[in-house]
Nanobody, 124 residues
Framework: QVALVESGGRLVQAGGSLRLSCAAS????????MGWFRQAPGKEREFVAA????????YYADAVKGRFTISRDNAKNTVYLQMNSLKPEDTAVYYC?????????????????WGQGTQVTVSS
């Protein structure tokens, strides 16, 4: 049974920080690329960041580059999204996702597994 479980979302003021976590099944985590996506109210889900299996190769959406950091702890089967300098436009449900290879990382339909999402709300 595949499981991706996000946590860490909450209400935060603009300029603040949050760290999201996504715990994954071990057999996925050791070899899969992990990504973060988000979906704001009334908008389509969009790519945020992705990390290859080792954490060496990482890519960010322009909207979050320089503010968000994706990292992974393979010993804990967990991927993180550290979010700094948060803005109201970062308000969304954040999802983690997994795919076998580090290709088409920004394409939602290329991911095999998804978590249930965690709500992040940034107040102005």
């Amino acid at each position: 049974q595949v499981a991706l479980v996000e946590s860490g979302g909450r209400l935060v003021q603009a300029g603040g920080s949050l760290r999201l976590s996504c715990a994954a099944s071990e057999w996925i985590f050791s070899t899969y690329t992990m990504g973060w996506f988000r979906q704001a109210p009334g908008k389509e889900r969009e790519f945020v960041a992705a990390s290859n299996w080792s954490g060496v190769t990482i890519y960010y959406a322009d909207a979050v580059k320089g503010r968000f950091t994706i990292s992974r702890d393979n010993a804990k089967n967990t991927v993180y999204l550290q979010m700094n300098s948060l803005k109201p436009e970062d308000t969304a449900v954040y999802y983690c996702a997994a795919k076998r290879y580090y290709s088409d990382i920004g394409v939602e339909g290329k991911y095999d597994y998804w978590g249930q999402g965690t709500q992040v709300t940034v107040s102005s």
